[in-house]
C-alpha cells in the first residue's frame, strides 16, 4: 500500500491546507481532479439544473430589490384596510386604509364620478376586487396607491424571472 500524506495528517477538509495536500496527491499520482458539479455560477458549482435555477434566482431577485421595491411596498401596505372604522353597510369592506384615511382630505372634486378599484385580489387572500365611484380627489389617489405598487412590485418579479431565465439557458445552453 501506498503511504500518502493522508494517512499520517489529520487536516480539515475546508483548510487551505488540506486542498494544497490533495492537489499535491493528485499531481504527484497523476489523478485528473474530477468537477465538483456540471454547472459553475458566481463561483460555486452545481449538479443539477434545479440547484442552479435557484441559486440564480436567489442571486437575481438579491439584484433586483432596491429602493422602488421598498417605495413599491410601503404603497401597498399604506392602501391595506388596517385601521378600524365605524360601522359600516353590508358589502363594504371592513377598515379603512392609511392612504385614504390621509389623502381623503386633499381638497378638490371632479364635477362627475371616477370608478376607483378597491379590495384585494381573492388570489392573495382578499374578498376580491370592487368598484366604487367617488367624485373625491384625495379618495381617487388613496385607492390608487395600492395598485401602483402592486404594479410596481409585479413588474420586479416578473423582471427577476425573466433574468433568471435568461442567465439559466446562457449557462446550460453553453455545454
Sequence with gaps: MIESAFDT???NYESYQFREELRNEFYLNEIEPYEPGLWEYKGKWYNTKYELYI???????????GILDVA???????????????????????????????????????????PTVIGYPK??????????????????IGRATPIIGW?????????????????????????
Design 9 to 11: 495528517v489529520n487536516l
Design 72 to 114: 413599491g411596498l410601503i404603497a401597498v401596505l399604506t392602501g391595506a384596510p388596517l385601521i378600524p372604522t365605524r360601522t359600516k353597510f353590508k358589502g363594504s369592506i371592513k377598515g379603512t386604509s392609511v392612504a385614504s384615511k390621509y389623502l381623503s382630505k386633499i381638497p378638490g372634486e371632479f364635477p362627475f364620478r371616477v
Design 123 to 140: 388570489i392573495i387572500g382578499g374578498k376580491g376586487l370592487k368598484i366604487r365611484l367617488t367624485k373625491i380627489i384625495g379618495r381617487i
Design 151 to 175: 404594479g410596481v412590485l409585479t413588474y420586479d418579479l416578473g423582471n427577476i424571472f425573466y433574468d433568471t431565465q435568461m442567465v439559466y439557458n446562457h449557462i446550460v445552453d453553453a455545454e
Design 55 to 65: 441559486a440564480i434566482l436567489a442571486y437575481e431577485a438579491a439584484e433586483q430589490f
